[in-house]
């Protein structure tokens, strides 16, 4: 099971992910801004961030930069979520530090799959540094 953090300003698109994920067996959290997203990481052994972009005060590609620079938080994959898909977007959270780019409205097999992969990572990351 993973500890899954969702970060979005719109309520609404917390809980379509919430929704589509819940069945996967994993332990969820949300924050409704970046701060509030940071403070729980901190709080919390989180494995992988669902991270909106637009969000007032701080936006998704901030709170990567900062994720990333902190040696506690940089290994933890960053999936963006996002209505904007131009190429200059995606190329902007990759150069911030995430792994994988989604765009709004979710397309429930996509969220899934790629959760998914990142969960598989993780899990081996976690078995490879134990061995």
């Given at each position: 099971m993973s500890n899954i953090l969702i970060v979005d300003d719109m309520p609404k698109n917390i809980q379509m992910a919430m929704n589509?994920?819940?069945?996967?067996?994993?332990h969820m959290f949300y924050a409704k801004n970046a701060k509030m997203g940071l403070n729980i990481v901190k709080e919390q052994k989180i494995d992988i961030i669902l991270l909106d972009i637009m969000m007032p005060q701080m936006d998704g590609y901030q709170m990567c930069k900062i994720l990333k620079s902190d040696k506690n938080t940089k290994d933890i994959p960053v999936i963006f979520l996002s209505g904007k898909d131009s190429s200059e977007d995606i190329q902007k959270a990759y150069?911030?530090?995430?792994?994988?780019?989604?765009?709004?409205?979710?397309?429930?097999?996509?969220?899934?799959?790629?959760?998914s992969i990142?969960?598989?990572l993780v899990r081996l990351r976690k078995e490879f540094m134990c061995a």
């Open positions: 589509m994920l819940k069945g996967e067996g994993h150069e911030a530090g995430g792994v994988d780019y989604i765009t709004k409205p979710f397309i429930d097999i996509e969220l899934k799959t790629k959760v990142q969960t598989e």
